[in-house]
Every structure is written in C-alpha cells, then in structure tokens.
C-alpha cells in the first residue's frame, strides 16, 4: 500500500530543486501542522477562500499557494494584519481543515526560476530564450508587431485584458520577460538598454518608472514596447507547472491546479 506523505515531506520536494533560500524567507507553512497525512494537493497563485473551500471540497487538505493569507509579502499572521477581514479569514481557514503552505521563495530559486521558465513556456516563447537568467529570461522571437503579439499572450494565456505602451505597430524581436513584481525601472530599464531590447513584458510595476521610460524612448526615436500582464496573470503558470511536478514526486495522491478569477475587472 503506497504511504501517505506528510506535509513536511513535500514541503521538502517543494525545497529540494531551490539553488538556495533567502534569510528570512516567506516561505512557510501559514496553517497546519507539518505532520499532517496530505490527502490532496492543490496549488495555486493566491491562498483565497474560493481556493480553499474548493480543495476542501475536491478532498485536498494542503494548498500550495504563490502569495499570502493576509494581504501582505512579509505577513506575520492575521493578528500582525490588524483588519477585521484577516481575522475572520484565519478562523474561516482553521474551520476548513485544509493546510496552506507558501511557495514563493524557493520557487523563484529553481534553474531556472521556476515562474519566469513557466511563463515562457505558457507563451510558446520558450524555444527562443536564448538566456535564463535569476531575475529575467531574454528571448529574441520572430519578429511581429507588438500588437500581435499582446494578442497572442492574451490568447494564449486566457485573459480578458492586458495593458500595453508603446506603437502597436512597432515591429518587435527581442524582449525581456519579466515575472511578478519585477517591472520596476531599477530591474527593467537597465536590461532593456544592456540587451538593445524592443519588448519588455512583465507582471507589474510602478507606472511612473518603465512606462514613462517606454513613452519617452518612443519620443525619442527608440522603438520600444511594453505589455503589463498583471502579476497573478505572470505567475499563474508557475504555480500550474509546479503541480505537474507534484503530480510526477506523488502519484498515489491527488494533485490539481485551482485558478483563480481575476480580482481585477474592466469597465
């Protein structure tokens, strides 16, 4: 009969492929005990309570979730939140019965990191990454205009919106991929102009930085072309591949990936 594994034991998995861990990190168990006989697995980007309830529905009694409970990167737990909305979260998710475990750290710490070579993959990009690298993958793709391809990541990526800047006409080849919250100008901006890029796609950033960096490189003769995804929407297929792999390291024990509806709405 095969044996169950604990939540420690693919907490371990979870660790094992990570070229190293941060001090302090965020990756931790949020809630439940490490003992814990996993029955399921479920990942996913945000630790909702849509989420949990469905794994809890679905059998599963471990969520491996990108982000936090509590509305915060370096959370404490929902009496440091200080919110009513986090206190009533933590009881909701103790009456469930269902373990949350933060993947965040490590996951980024694959080789190569293991949202950015997700996403790639997710947009077919990955034969023509030429350069994985620990924060961003450089790709140079057949050349298209930038609209086309912000329709062809909104296709393949099943979203109802995306945001871009720049020349919808431009013809763009080589691009800067960049996961999550990693589309600040001190990151960006550097890459685009070390790499003579044309394209930087990211998660998110602040608007004042890259996207006026885009606008005014344009105004200056500069082709360049930026497209904002969103950061659930960049790290989404990261938390997706990794239940694959969980899926191959478990395979007596159900495994799924939930997706969550975007919290954001266009009107």
């Known amino acids: ?44 980007f945000m630790p909702t309570l849509r989420v949990i309830g469905q794994a809890r529905e679905a059998g599963a009694n471990l969520v491996i979730a990108h982000e936090g409970l509590f509305f915060s990167h370096l959370e404490r737990g929902a ?46 990009w990955a034969p023509y990454v030429r350069e994985h ?6 790709a140079d793709l057949p050349p298209a205009a930038l609209g086309e391809i912000a329709a062809g990541i909104k296709r393949r990526l099943g979203l ?14 080589r691009a800067v991929l960049l996961a999550g919250y990693r589309g600040g100008g001190a990151l960006a901006i550097p890459l685009l102009e070390a790499e003579r890029a044309d394209l930087v796609v990211y998660g998110e950033g602040p608007e004042w930085e890259t996207p006026e960096y885009v606008r005014e490189a344009n105004r200056l003769g500069r082709s360049c072309g930026l497209i904002a995804l969103g950061h659930a929407e960049s790290e989404e297929p990261g938390m997706a591949a990794l239940a694959v792999r969980l899926a191959g390291l478990f395979p007596h024990i159900p495994v799924r990936h939930i997706r969550e509806e975007p919290v954001f709405r266009s009107v």
């Not at 009533?88 to 293991?114: F, I, M, N, T, W």
């Not at 690298?133 to 450089?138: G, M, S, W, Y």
Request: charge should be neutral; proline fraction near 10%.
């Open 1 to 44: 009969m095969p044996t169950i594994p604990t939540a420690r034991a693919v907490i371990n998995a979870l660790l094992a492929p990570a070229s190293s861990m941060p001090e302090p990190t965020v990756d931790r168990l949020l809630h439940g005990r490490p003992d814990l006989p996993v029955t399921g697995i479920v990942t996913a």
């Open 79 to 124: 009496e440091a939140a200080e919110s009513e909305v986090a206190r009533a979260k933590r009881q909701a998710v103790e009456r469930s019965g269902v373990a949350v475990y933060r993947c965040h750290d490590a996951l980024h710490r694959y080789v190569p990191d293991g949202v950015t070579a997700a996403l790639a993959e997710a947009l077919g």
């Open 133 to 138: 690298r620990p924060e961003a993958a450089l």
């Open 160 to 173: 109802p919106a995306l945001r871009l800047a720049g020349d919808p006409a431009a013809m763009c080849s």
